[in-house]
């Protein structure tokens, strides 16, 4: 076995990142948890040191995906003054989030039907205030008279699987580069919303950065158990 694993926040960081490409190659219901020890490089049994269950596990995964975009969404989006520079912005945020952390969202998406009825219901809360964010932008854009669409919350939905879609639908070898690809998505979106008369890719205060390690909470990811010291 691989002595890559160490006692305490080491392990646990890696049990995370271990987990994450395990499920994605595997899906959650073919994974198991001596699977996952093998990975990190430590025993079946000290894995419970970690883990309470592989429920646990599924669960504190999406939620930590889930808040990193909340967290993202209030720096990078929320702070811009006009509805326009928001929307602009939470277009890139939320396709470098999806090109960066690309794993971490395929879960998020389809491994909810894994979620027993307790879980899923608290990361919908989660996924509710998120494209809350969204719904906000597009519902003062209307108010304003800048965008045009008869219904907000259709709308927002479109916009959201429109965006999302980009995490299976685009690699980086391919033919547009990111910036390309922001401006491409803006332009589509507000073609959705009716908006024909304005100047497209203006800048935005969203830095291009990579999102892959992106999180502000310093917290330990919640399995539901706490990592030995």
């Known amino acids: 076995m691989k002595n890559v694993g160490s006692v305490g926040e080491g392990t646990f960081k890696l049990i995370r990142r271990s987990a994450t490409d395990l499920i994605a190659e595997k899906g959650y219901e073919a994974m198991n948890l001596r ?3 093998e ?3 430590i025993t079946s049994g000290s894995m419970y040191y970690y883990i309470v269950s592989k429920q646990a596990l599924l669960c504190g995964l999406i939620r930590e995906v889930m808040e990193d975009m909340l967290d993202a969404a209030n720096e990078f ?3 811009d003054q006009t509805v326009t520079s928001r929307l602009e912005s939470f277009i890139r945020l939320h396709i470098q989030f999806h090109l960066d952390r690309r794993n971490d969202v395929l879960i998020a998406s389809t491994e909810l039907r894994s979620l027993d009825a307790r879980n899923l219901g608290s990361i919908i809360k989660l996924r509710n205030k998120y494209e809350a964010i969204l719904n906000h932008i597009v519902r003062k854009g209307g108010d304003d008279g800048v965008f045009h669409c008869n219904d907000t919350k259709l709308a927002t939905l479109a916009i959201l699987s429109m965006l999302t879609g980009v995490a299976t639908g685009y690699w980086p070898v391919r033919r547009l580069d990111r910036e390309q690809l922001f401006t491409g998505y803006i332009d ?3 073609k959705l919303l009716g908006v024909t008369d304005r100047k497209l890719g203006e800048p935005t205060s969203i830095p291009i950065q990579n999102l892959a390690e992106y999180s502000r909470r310093h ?3 919640g399995f ?4 030995r010291r």
């Open 35 to 37: 699977q996952l020890a």
């Open 39 to 41: 990975r990190v490089g």
């Open 77 to 79: 989006v929320l702070n």
């Open 188 to 190: 589509l979106t507000y």
């Open 219 to 221: 917290r330990a990811i």
């Open 224 to 227: 539901g158990a706490t990592p």
